[in-house]
């Protein structure tokens, strides 16, 4: 906005010059305010157009990092969900992840009801009773890897920020939930090296963005270590796109 406001005050400099021009340059040398008039035109133009094709591009350039990043963000979530169905707790390392995925198994079970002679109940009313129950049967184990990647191998790369040098910071531990101590993890990657490249006034305004369908905040990120949750801070579209 500001940008566009000194264009405008500059567009009216340059109208004002040329009326002074034409009032008090003599004919002759006229030539050299015009062709000085004509480089500050095409400059002026030039900075209105990148004021308004920036912020499109940027956005345009943002929103193709970010979907490759949440990708990866994604399958980290995936495989600390496994990692929690099997050990009870979430990992802060990601090499004990890799291995995790790459040896662990779930095991398969089947619930069926049955009943059985209340043996309590015959105690105290002296009658035969019998009382309804839930058998878990164990029928075999399944390979994390091959229920959650199937054929990829992309759980081996999961931690690397793609389009940066950096890794996702892992963390995971626990939080008290009234009586209960719950398991929580959260992997993100600052926003600032995505867009490293890219013009310094839009990446502050990035950093300290609040919108419905924007990444908010300074991170990209998946989890929490506040609040039990696997969410990730992304709007949905990311999560409709193929």
């Known amino acids: 906005m500001i940008t566009l406001v000194l264009i405008l005050l500059t567009l009216v400099a340059a109208v004002v010059l040329v009326k002074l021009i034409d009032k008090f340059v003599p004919q002759k040398t006229k030539w050299i305010f015009t062709i000085l008039f004509w ?18 591009e940027f956005k345009k350039e943002k929103e193709i990092r970010y979907a490759k990043v949440i990708e990866n963000l994604k399958d980290i979530r995936d495989a600390q969900i496994a990692h929690k169905a099997v050990t009870g707790k979430y990992s802060k390392d990601f090499n004990a992840l890799v291995r995790f995925i790459d040896t662990a198994e779930y095991t398969l079970t089947q619930r069926r009801d049955s009943s059985i002679n209340d043996e309590e109940y015959f105690k105290t009313y002296g009658v035969e009773n019998t009382k309804d129950i839930v058998i878990i049967d164990t029928i075999g184990t399944a390979s994390v890897k091959d229920s959650i990647f199937k054929n990829s191998d992309r ?8 389009g940066s040098d ?16 719950l398991p929580v993890f959260e992997a ?3 926003k600032k090296y995505l867009l490293e490249d890219q013009p310094k006034n839009l990446v502050a305004e990035e950093l300290e963005l609040q919108a419905v369908d924007g990444v908010n905040g300074e991170f990209i990120s998946v989890g929490s270590m506040d609040e039990v949750s696997t969410n990730g801070n992304w709007p949905r579209k990311y999560d409709e796109e193929k």
């Open 188 to 190: 993100k990657i600052s």
């Open 39 to 56: 480089l500050i035109a095409v400059f002026v133009g030039w900075k209105l157009y990148d004021s308004i094709m920036a912020p499109i």
């Open 166 to 181: 950096q890794i996702f910071k892992l963390d995971a531990g626990e939080i008290e939930k009234g009586k209960s101590m």
């Open 155 to 162: 759980y081996k790369t999961m931690m690397n920020v793609p």
